[in-house]
């Protein structure tokens, strides 16, 4: 959310990607309208207003977005748009990254919470009228937008920090590149989607790709099960996320952009609370820097809400199938951010697992 968009993208009507956060809906073809806040599009259009079940197999690739007859046709791919396109991947590398960077100076569960405290307190001056004409909306369905703000921006953020501890950002982003294998899986294990060939396919391997990078190039590690915690922490944020995305799609409100992100800030934010309060308790204490203040308002500002923004405008001019390569672009962004910000520079075993992963989501997306 911790995962990154209106109902203004091709004027279609859809159900939100961390969350980015980090991480941006776009690796399954998503129109943005959360923090990593998304859903999956289907190719079956839903009616407006409504979100309605695909009728055809689960698509793993991006779907073409149907333009209401009110919305601009997209445009060609230029050189602004491009540009806008670049951004959010850039913004969630450097929200990986810079986490990475405050390990030993805030506690991950009070990093998360002072992330989203402040991208709310930045985003509700624009939200809060819209929260309020919605306000009969939210109240009716509070259960499902509790539910989308905890899995997205309240567990999936939180645990991506709590993976920087040990991991690294390169293989974060790695980790979390490989989201839509889980989307598919739960799709089809726990909501009656069908799949085909090609995305069993694919989906082996981008798991071959996680694998890799999970075992460090050095395939025996998995006799003495020798993994890194924070890898594994990252799966779990990916379970996390997929689950986010579906229920994103099956249960999402019927609410604009502003007041559903911003109900998702309060919800995650609420959540993390009493975990970052029992986290100070313990004496896990900030220690305030002007590194600590720079790096807090850029994962309030630039991941949390302005990637979510260049998304939205993206989507908006070129349809939801060519954001989709732009955001692979997120672990090569982290490698360099890396290598620049922290010395950790990346490794012949991340290539290859960015490899598998990237060309396991190309195979699952051909028809």
Same mark, same amino acid.
């Given at each position: 959310?911790?995962? /990154?968009?209106?109902?203004?993208?091709?004027?279609?009507?859809?159900?939100?990607?961390?969350?980015?956060?980090?991480?941006?809906?776009?690796?399954?073809?998503?129109?943005?309208?959360?923090?990593?806040?998304?859903?999956?599009?289907?190719?079956?259009?839903?009616?407006? /207003?409504?979100?309605?079940?695909?009728?055809?197999?689960?698509?793993?690739?991006?779907?073409?977005?149907?333009?209401?007859?009110?919305?601009?046709?997209?445009?060609?791919?230029?050189?602004?748009?491009?540009f806008l396109l670049t951004l959010p991947p850039l913004f969630w590398a450097g929200n990986a990254v810079f986490a990475r960077l405050l390990v030993g100076d805030v506690p991950p569960l009070q990093l998360s919470l002072l992330r989203w405290l402040l991208a709310l307190a930045i985003f509700l001056?624009?939200?809060?009228?819209?929260?309020?004409?919605?306000?009969?909306?939210?109240?009716?369905?509070?259960?499902?937008?509790?539910?989308?703000?905890?899995?997205?921006?309240?567990?999936?953020?939180?645990?991506?920090?709590?993976?920087?501890?040990?991991?690294?950002?390169?293989?974060?982003?790695?980790?979390?590149?490989?989201?839509?294998?889980?989307?598919?899986?739960?799709?089809?294990?726990?909501?009656?989607?069908?799949?085909?060939?090609?995305?069993?396919?694919?989906?082996?391997?981008?798991?071959? /790709?996680?694998?890799?990078?999970?075992?460090?190039?050095?395939?025996?590690?998995?006799?003495?099960?020798?993994?890194?915690?924070?890898?594994?922490?990252?799966?779990?944020?990916?379970?996390?996320?997929?689950?986010?995305?579906?229920?994103?799609?099956?249960?999402?409100?019927?609410?604009?952009?502003?007041?559903?992100?911003?109900?998702?800030?309060?919800?995650?934010?609420?959540?993390?609370?009493?975990?970052?309060?029992?986290?100070?308790?313990? /004496?896990?204490?900030?220690?305030?820097?002007?590194?600590?203040?720079?790096?807090?308002?850029?994962?309030?500002?630039?991941?949390?809400?302005?990637?979510?923004?260049?998304?939205?405008?993206?989507?908006?001019?070129?349809?939801?199938?060519?954001?989709?390569?732009?955001?692979?672009?997120?672990?090569?962004?982290?490698?360099?951010?890396?290598?620049?910000?922290?010395?950790?520079?990346?490794?012949?075993?991340?290539?290859?697992?960015?490899?598998?992963?990237?060309?396991?989501?190309?195979?699952?997306?051909?028809?």
């Open positions: 959310m911790g995962r /990154g968009a209106s109902t203004a993208a091709a004027g279609a009507t859809w159900p939100r990607a961390s969350h980015g956060s980090f991480y941006g809906p776009a690796r399954l073809g998503l129109s943005v309208r959360s923090p990593r806040s998304v859903r999956p599009v289907f190719l079956v259009r839903p009616a407006r /207003g409504a979100i309605t079940r695909a009728a055809q197999p689960l698509s793993f690739a991006a779907p073409v977005l149907r333009p209401s007859p009110r919305a601009p046709r997209p445009l060609s791919l230029d050189t602004r748009t491009a001056p624009f939200a809060w009228r819209p929260l309020w004409e919605h306000r009969a909306v939210l109240r009716a369905r509070w259960r499902d937008v509790a539910l989308i703000g905890v899995l997205g921006v309240g567990l999936y953020n939180t645990l991506q920090y709590l993976a920087v501890q040990t991991s690294t950002a390169v293989n974060v982003t790695l980790i979390a590149a490989s989201t839509p294998v889980f989307a598919l899986v739960f799709g089809v294990l726990f909501f009656n989607e069908q799949a085909r060939r090609a995305q069993w396919l694919g989906a082996a391997l981008s798991i071959g /790709g996680v694998l890799w990078v999970l075992l460090r190039g050095q395939p025996a590690s998995i006799a003495q099960l020798s993994f890194v915690p924070g890898d594994l922490i990252m799966i779990a944020a990916n379970v996390t996320w997929a689950l986010y995305t579906w229920f994103l799609r099956k249960r999402r409100p019927d609410l604009p952009f502003a007041p559903f992100l911003a109900a998702q800030m309060l919800v995650g934010s609420l959540f993390v609370l009493p975990l970052a309060l029992g986290e100070a308790a313990v /004496g896990a204490d900030i220690r305030w820097s002007g590194t600590v203040l720079l790096v807090l308002a850029y994962m309030a500002l630039f991941p949390s809400i302005a990637a979510y923004y260049c998304w939205d405008r993206g989507v908006t001019r070129v349809g939801a199938v060519v954001p989709v390569h732009f955001a692979n672009l997120t672990p090569l962004f982290a490698a360099l951010l890396s290598t620049l910000v922290l010395g950790e520079s990346p490794q012949p075993y991340h290539l290859i697992g960015l490899a598998l992963i990237i060309g396991g989501i190309h195979v699952a997306s051909r028809k």
